[in-house]
């Protein structure tokens, strides 16, 4: 988990952990919100924090940070297409336009 390889980093240096959000997680059964909104956010989410992991990378002198942070910016993106897949799927979002075939 990308949270677990950031936070390993900073336990190995000695500096503050980030604090959690599993006390804001309850056990309701029924969503408070739509599953076209929430799919939607996820999408938003993730394409916001690899853009985070794109400036932070640019900025990062380390090259063990570098390679973490490539790796997560990696399986970020990948999470993001498989949020944007669904949202497709379950016609929430048009397919987005691709470029022509060359024949």
Do not use: C
């Not at 804001?24 to 919100?33: N, R």
């Not at 490539?70 to 016609?91: C, F, P, W």
């Amino acid at each position: 988990m990308q949270i677990d390889v950031l936070l390993s980093i900073l336990l190995e240096n000695d500096l503050p952990q980030l604090p959690s959000w599993e006390s804001e997680v309850t056990d309701s059964k029924v969503s408070p919100f739509s599953d076209k909104l929430l799919l939607f956010k996820a999408t938003l989410l993730s394409s916001a924090t690899a853009g985070q992991y794109g400036a932070n990378l640019a900025s990062v002198f380390r090259k063990d940070l570098g390679a973490h942070y490539t790796r997560v910016i990696a399986e970020e993106l990948l999470y993001g297409e498989d949020s944007v897949n669904l949202m497709i799927k379950h016609q929430f979002s048009d397919q987005l336009p691709l470029a022509k075939e060359s024949s």
